[in-house]
Every structure is written in structure tokens, then in C-alpha cells.
């Protein structure tokens, strides 16, 4: 079992940044990849961006530039760094970590609210 904990999220104006943070725990060696998504009301959840257990990374074009995900291995957390927040990257932001039997963990959500 893995353990995902968000935290970070909150309220900012158009323009400004947040970084989320995503710590795991338990059988860390399970998982391939940790990433993020988010989700609106009455709308699926969407990918935001990930990060692979080799260190690639990949991002929705709708984050490209503005987003930047990254890890600290020794603390198995992971981090979004988001920039420039416009209005409609308002979300809950989850973290997710599939496994390498393809398994999906999920943290608990932690709301983003970008004011216009």
C-alpha cells in the first residue's frame, strides 16, 4: 500500500503561484510515477503532469510553460510548482502514483482557487 498526502493548495489571484506538495510513504518501491491531476465539478479528471521513477516528465499543453513538476527522492515527495494561475487551472489538484502492476494511488485532493 502507498500513502499519498497533499498539501499547498489554497486561494490565489490571477498571475500568481502555488506549489503543491505530494509526500508518499509505505511500499514506495511499487510505484513508477507520480503525478497530478485535477477536477471541476461535473467534469472528468484531467491530467496535469507527471514525473516517471527515471525522471522524465510530461505536461498537459494546457500547463506546458507555466507548470513545472519536480521530486526530492530522499523526502518521496513530489512537487508542482505552478506559475502564472489563471482562473480556469481552478481545481481540486490530485496527486496520483500508478504502480508497476497498474494500480492507482490517489492522495486526498487539495483545492486551488484562482481569483480573477
Known amino acids: 500500500q502507498v500513502q499519498l498526502v497533499e498539501s499547498g493548495g489554497g486561494l490565489v489571484q490571477a498571475g500568481g503561484s502555488l506549489r503543491l506538495s505530494c509526500a508518499a510513504s509505505g511500499s514506495i518501491f511499487s510505484i513508477n510515477a507520480m503525478g497530478w491531476y485535477r477536477q471541476t465539478p461535473g467534469k472528468q479528471r484531467e491530467f496535469v503532469a507527471v514525473?516517471?521513477?527515471?525522471?522524465?516528465?510530461n505536461y498537459a499543453d494546457s500547463v506546458k510553460g507555466r507548470f513545472t513538476i519536480s521530486r526530492d527522492g530522499a523526502k518521496n515527495t513530489v512537487y508542482l510548482q505552478m506559475n502564472s494561475l489563471k482562473p480556469e487551472d481552478t481545481a481540486v489538484y490530485y496527486c496520483n502514483a500508478p504502480s508497476w502492476n497498474s494500480y492507482e494511488y490517489w492522495g486526498q485532493g487539495t483545492q486551488v482557487t484562482v481569483s480573477s
Open positions: 514525473i516517471t521513477s527515471g525522471g522524465s516528465t
